[in-house]
């Protein structure tokens, strides 16, 4: 389905004016905006890696920085091949749990730091719709970016309440069915933890807008590279909205990132050629950098088996 859709729009906007687009970057001015935009993202990635860590400090566990980049690293070269963009965040569950030796927390972490970089994404999608609503009017878009972000805010407000977590622990108790109850109830109490540490979850959610203002400005810098003439202002309701449609079932976001900046940015004067070579970079640029995630893996598996025929050599 992801590729039909690609497929289509490449037809729609006409390969040859896409190339057109991508012509414009191999100037020298292109060149150094395009270096410029994958600093850019390793900035984003970093900042992602420091919320984990505060995350993870927050619940008593100490992992390097330098661990939690590789880990987001490795993440994002599984998110080439895994269904929805929080395919890599399956691997990084893995990675942190092995890390810590805490399951529990391992999961909520991950879990947790998604949720909020919802949250954060969507209410940067519903500033930006305030500030562009003269040039761009979409209701619907923003009632559902406020709908959506007030559901996760009461998700919080919840549980980190006694009664309300109480009682959701007592209704998930029911089910034992491969002891999902119990699994439910053990991500609620990592997430009820911070009951009494209410600051972490907020610097958590200001550190999860950083990244993705990194983001925008990225695809801003490309714009420029492309000579796209779109404002920075409609970039912050386009990228958070593109991302939040990344969740949708794809490889990587492939066709509904795409079909999200042909369709909001045509909405004001955008060609779909201009669009599309924009959304290919938020795919392309990724891509290549998760190139150092598979190098990463590979290293990191090599260790563990080292560490591992260790162990067997010391015990005999």
């Not at 991508?22 to 919320?51: C, N, P, Q, V």
């Not at 995350?55 to 880990?71: N, T």
């Amino acid at each position: 389905m992801s590729l039909g859709l690609i497929i289509y729009l490449i037809l729609e906007a006409d390969p040859h004016k896409i190339l057109e687009v991508f012509r414009r970057i191999t100037t020298l001015k292109g060149i150094f905006l395009l270096i410029f935009a994958y600093l850019l993202t390793l900035l984003a990635i970093f900042l992602m890696s420091l919320r984990w860590q505060v995350l993870l400090k927050g619940y008593g566990l100490k992992v390097s920085l330098a661990r939690l980049y590789s880990f987001y690293m490795i993440g994002l070269f599984f998110n080439n091949f895994l269904p929805t963009s929080i395919g890599g965040d399956v691997v990084r569950i893995y990675k942190v749990v092995n890390e810590t030796e805490n399951r529990t927390v391992g999961f909520a972490s991950v879990i947790i730091e998604r949720i909020m970089g919802i949250a954060a994404t969507l209410f940067m999608a519903i500033v930006a719709l305030f500030l562009i609503s003269q040039e761009f009017k979409s209701p619907r878009l923003l009632y559902t970016s406020i709908s959506l972000f007030v559901l996760i805010s009461l998700f919080f407000l919840v549980i980190i309440r006694n009664r309300p977590f109480t009682l959701l622990l007592r209704f998930f108790d029911r089910f034992t069915i491969f002891k999902i109850g119990e699994k439910l109830n053990k991500l609620l109490e990592a997430i009820h933890y911070f009951k009494d540490r209410r600051r972490i979850l907020a610097y958590v959610f200001i550190f999860s807008l950083m990244p993705q203002t990194a983001i925008v400005f990225m695809n801003y810098t490309l714009a420029r590279a492309f000579e796209v003439e779109v404002s920075l202002n409609m970039l912050f309701m386009v990228i958070p909205v593109s991302f939040v449609l990344t969740m949708l079932p794809s490889i990587n976001g492939l066709g509904v990132r795409d079909l999200g900046f042909v369709s909001l940015l045509g909405r004001v004067g955008i060609s779909k050629a201009g669009a599309l070579s924009l959304s290919f970079m938020n795919l392309l640029i990724p891509m290549t950098i998760s190139i150092w995630g598979a190098v990463l893996f590979v290293i990191q598996k090599k260790k563990t088996r080292k560490g591992e025929l260790d162990v067997v050599k010391s015990t005999f």
